[in-house]
């Protein structure tokens, strides 16, 4: 019995890990897939609302599209004005960061903590900043340039949420 249960016991380890390595070597799709999920869980309410209001399927879906849109639209305009807002300040966050990091290792001198004077701050480079600040919005512009396919994803999921609702439904009752 004790063998048995070891056995069951590594088998469900090595799943777990298998499916752990599957979803890592699949994260491109898989990452999509989750986004079309979540915008799809997001907009079922509102697409249920005007299908149950009498409007056709496709009206329905060409409303909850619009404002999935102007969602995306506002999302990207806040990121856009946020790195312009960041690139005109960052001459005043690193004057202001400076003055901080100064006013501390003064702090630390008061109370006999001694701060190597070749410590680096290259950190604060400014062309440092901008290059993880690209790379991000990089990666963002992948995510929006994948975003016809995720929309296709997530207008199947909707369309298909009528038929998927009364068949889990069922399951569920027995």
């Not at 697409?47 to 639209?73: A, D, G, H, M, Q």
Request: proline share 3%.
């Amino acid at each position: 019995m004790e063998r048995y249960r070891i056995s069951v016991l590594l088998i469900s380890l090595a799943s777990v890990i298998v499916i752990i390595a599957g979803l890592k070597a699949a994260q491109d799709i898989v990452v999509q897939f989750l986004l079309a999920l979540f915008f799809a869980v997001m907009f079922l309410p509102v697409f249920k609302f005007f299908v149950n209001r009498k409007l056709p399927k496709w009206l329905s879906l060409v409303i909850v599209l619009f404002i999935n849109l102007i969602f995306v639209y506002i999302l990207a305009f806040t990121i856009i004005t946020s790195v312009n807002d960041m690139r005109q300040n960052l001459p005043e966050y690193q004057e202001k960061l400076q003055i901080y990091i100064t006013k501390l290792t003064s702090t630390l001198k008061i109370f006999g903590i001694t701060v190597p004077s070749n410590m680096s701050f290259d950190f604060l480079n400014p062309d440092l900043i901008f290059q993880f600040v690209s790379n991000s919005l990089l990666s963002f512009g992948n995510i929006l340039a994948n975003a016809m396919f995720i929309i296709i994803l997530a207008v199947f999921i909707l369309l298909e949420s009528d038929d998927a609702c009364p068949e889990a439904e069922a399951n569920i009752k027995g």
